[in-house]
């Protein structure tokens, strides 16, 4: 089955602890993103990748890493979490030309 | 700089009512990708309709249909006949063709159908 995975899907952590929410999918795609949904401000783009190796910044990057060393895996990385990233985190991919799979988010809270 | 405008922010109707869920977005390209997606209360996000700037040609599905007015830059969703299984939050979005194809999306219109 296509799909886009995430783990974990909920997450309460406290200030300043490293974390990592993993995104997996397994249609080869080759473009994936993450996105954070706040009440009010719908879904913003925090980074995103075109390939292997190529990441970029989105709208809401400050706060967050991302790595991509394989095609499949786009971990979203918090390496101080502060209580203003409490969210509902969204990864999402797709092939080119094609309309985004998104997974089935991860709800962070940062005490 | 792309906007999306979902200017209701909240629609509560009975059911087999039909409702529409106005969407207006704004950009400078001359051609772009127009989605609807549904988050239903368990929280994922579902893909609904993506539509090419260029075809404005009006879709339906079922009981869903789409109405893209390039003139107005507006992408308006109806349900006909509404149901409960409809009550979810729906997100307008906009995106580049080329490039990226980041994802713009609206503020989303939470929509309740009463019994």
């Known amino acids: 089955e296509a799909q886009v995975t995430q783990n974990p899907r909920y997450l309460i952590t406290v200030t300043g602890k490293k974390l990592t929410v993993t995104c997996s999918q397994n249609m080869n795609h080759e473009y994936m993103s993450w996105y954070r949904q706040d009440p009010g401000l719908g879904l913003r783009q925090i980074y995103y990748s075109m390939n292997v190796e190529v990441t970029d910044k989105g709208d809401v990057p400050e706060g967050y890493k991302v790595s991509r060393k394989e095609k499949r895996n786009f971990p979203l990385i918090l390496e101080s979490p502060s209580p203003n990233q409490t969210s509902l985190y969204f990864c999402a991919s797709r092939r080119q030309g094609l309309g985004q799979f998104f997974g089935p988010g991860t709800r962070l809270t940062v005490l | 700089a792309q906007k999306v405008t979902q200017a209701q922010t909240e629609i509560s109707v009975v059911e087999k009512e039909d409702v529409t869920l106005d969407c207006v977005y704004e950009?400078?390209?001359?051609?772009?990708?127009l989605f609807w997606y549904k988050q239903p209360p368990s929280g994922e996000l579902v893909f609904l309709i993506r539509r090419n700037s260029f075809d404005e040609q009006n879709e339906i599905s079922g009981r869903y249909s789409w109405n893209f007015q390039k003139s107005t830059s507006s992408f308006n969703f109806t349900i006909t006949a509404s149901q409960v299984v409809d009550s979810a939050v729906y997100f307008c979005?906009?995106?580049?063709?080329?490039?990226?194809?980041?994802?713009?999306f609206g503020q989303g219109t939470r929509l309740t159908i009463n019994p």
């Open positions: 950009t400078r390209d001359t051609t772009y990708y």
């Open positions: 979005a906009l995106s580049e063709i080329q490039g990226a194809q980041k994802l713009v």
